[in-house]
């Protein structure tokens, strides 16, 4: 009998788990997907249909964290960082407006990796691997790709990305103050590299952005999210934490 081609096998075997379409990506083999949806788990029970996120749910497959730090020092299980990335595996239809009833589509798709909050989502373990639901809101940047760049970033809804400004600061007696001595006053100006689409209003309709890629903004202290893409820091901050722009 002639074997089937992975062309033909792929369709024929999305049919006959409900439908389910996988991608393999570069991370995971072709192999590596069928056997895992073949052994479809939730936290240890078997299931019989794959997980499907409601509302603005995403299911997002956890990054391990890693073994060692960039300078070769092993690391034991508790000293680990929890790994607040991922890649998204199936996203939710959306959320209703609570007061018109529209729905609100959520922006992140499925392949695309995300970078969210440490203390967010509901942690699960899904075909014995560690994955996350959390809400597209949850969701600090996104992005295509296995590596993220200021070119392939992007940000949700009514977040920009701003690539905060770490310099010397001189205090009122003409005191240089570095960057890593400045505990207690954390930058809070910055250039927006990156801006979301825009609020969804109570009709459906999305309202602009009142910024735009380029500008110097001055944000609310303390507000935002901190995010590191290779060397330099950024923040993740809402038009609403957003005072000014120059």
């Known amino acids: 009998m002639k074997l089937l ?13 409900s439908g389910f379409t996988f991608t393999p990506t570069s991370r995971q083999s072709f192999a590596t997907i069928l056997h895992e949806t073949a052994t479809l788990t939730l936290d240890g029970r078997p299931l019989s249909n794959p997980i499907e996120p409601t509302n603005n749910f995403l299911l997002i497959r956890v990054d391990e964290s890693p ?8 690391l034991t299980k508790k000293a680990k960082v929890k790994s607040t990335t991922g890649c998204v595996v199936a996203a939710g239809p959306g959320k209703t ?15 695309q990796n995300v970078i969210y909050g440490q203390y967010d989502g509901t942690e699960i373990s899904y075909n014995s691997k560690p994955h996350t639901l959390i809400r597209s809101d949850d969701v600090l940047v996104f992005f295509d790709g296995e590596k993220i760049t200021t070119e392939n970033v992007k940000v949700e809804g009514d977040k920009m990305l701003v690539r905060v ?23 809070s100006v910055g250039e927006v590299v990156a801006v979301g689409t825009g609020r ?4 459906g309709e999305v309202i602009p952005m009142e910024v ?4 110097m903004v001055k944000f609310r202290d303390y507000a935002g999210n901190e995010v590191k893409i290779g060397e330099e820091e950024f923040s993740v901050i809402r038009m609403n934490d957003c005072l000014a722009r120059y």
């Open 5 to 17: 081609s992975i062309a033909l096998l792929v369709p024929l075997f999305g049919t006959l788990v």
């Open 67 to 74: 073994d060692e730090t960039d300078g070769g020092i092993i």
């Open 97 to 111: 407006h609570p007061d018109s009833g529209i729905m609100m589509p959520v922006n992140v798709a499925p392949g």
């Open 165 to 187: 400004d770490t310099k010397e600061v001189e205090t009122a007696g003409g005191l240089l103050i570095a960057a890593t001595a400045q505990k207690e006053t954390r930058p």
């Open 200 to 203: 969804a209003a109570m009709n």
């Open 212 to 215: 735009k890629v380029g500008d």
